[in-house]
């Protein structure tokens, strides 16, 4: 079982939808997790991190952490095609090793 | 300003090669980082350094060798070249060592081995 697992996708969705994004992990352990974006051919941005249990909102983006679920989503509001992307789930214990998820490729049809 | 920069950008050799990425970052970060995604596109770390000292060593064949000449630079060698070493290779720096929550990822350099 790898430790962190996504589901790779493709997910289309129209434009304007509600995106739900999802990752598991069986290290409970992490306590540091992050959402990256991948647009093709680049490196991956941070969108976002969170650190233990809760969500986070950053315009509209909003992280989620279940530790006790060992799930985090990241949920994207009024989606737009630049939203189009890979989005990789990543989690740490703090320390210098980042565990990546293999990452949802998301289509956005206008 | 590119904040992490790699050369060559595309990289296409023979089996048995050697061959070497450069990478420079101009963000005054301490922390610089080789990471692989293959083919089905799972990132994974090889190696970290922070200041110039290796503190991430991942299972990576002995091919391979990192060099830091000073903090802004992590470069990555590649000695006998593989078919299985045909990947996206991204660079990336962090503000510190200890807690890395952000990395800055440069835009990567894909190597095809034929």
């Known amino acids: 079982q790898k430790e962190v697992e996504q589901d790779p996708g493709p997910l289309s969705v129209p434009e304007g939808a509600i995106v739900s994004l999802n990752c598991t992990y069986s290290?409970?352990?992490?306590?540091?997790f992050m959402w990256y974006r991948q647009y093709s051919r680049k490196g991956p941005e941070l969108l976002m991190y969170?650190?233990?249990?809760g969500n986070k909102e950053d315009g509209r983006f909003t992280a989620q952490v279940d530790k006790s679920s060992k799930y985090i989503s990241l949920f994207i509001r009024d989606s737009q095609p630049s939203d189009s992307a890979t989005y990789l789930c990543?989690?740490?214990?703090?320390?210098?090793?980042?565990?990546f998820g293999i990452g949802t490729k998301l289509q956005v049809i206008p | 300003d590119t904040a992490v920069s790699q050369t060559p950008k595309y990289l296409v050799t023979q089996m048995g090669n050697d061959k070497s990425i450069k990478c420079e970052q101009n963000l005054g970060h301490d922390t610089m980082y080789w990471y692989k995604q293959d083919s089905k596109k799972f990132l994974k770390i090889m190696f970290s350094y922070n200041n110039k000292e290796l503190i991430i060593n991942e299972t990576v064949p002995n091919r391979f060798s990192p060099k830091s000449p000073d903090k802004a630079h992590l470069n990555l060698h590649i000695n006998s070249l593989e078919l299985g070493d045909s990947a996206v290779y991204f660079c990336a720096s962090a503000p510190r060592a200890g807690v890395n929550t952000e990395a800055f990822f440069g835009q990567g350099t894909r190597l095809t081995v034929v």
């Open positions: 969170t650190y233990s249990s």
């Open positions: 990543a989690m740490t214990r703090g320390y210098q090793k980042v565990t």
């Open positions: 290290n409970s352990a992490f306590q540091y």
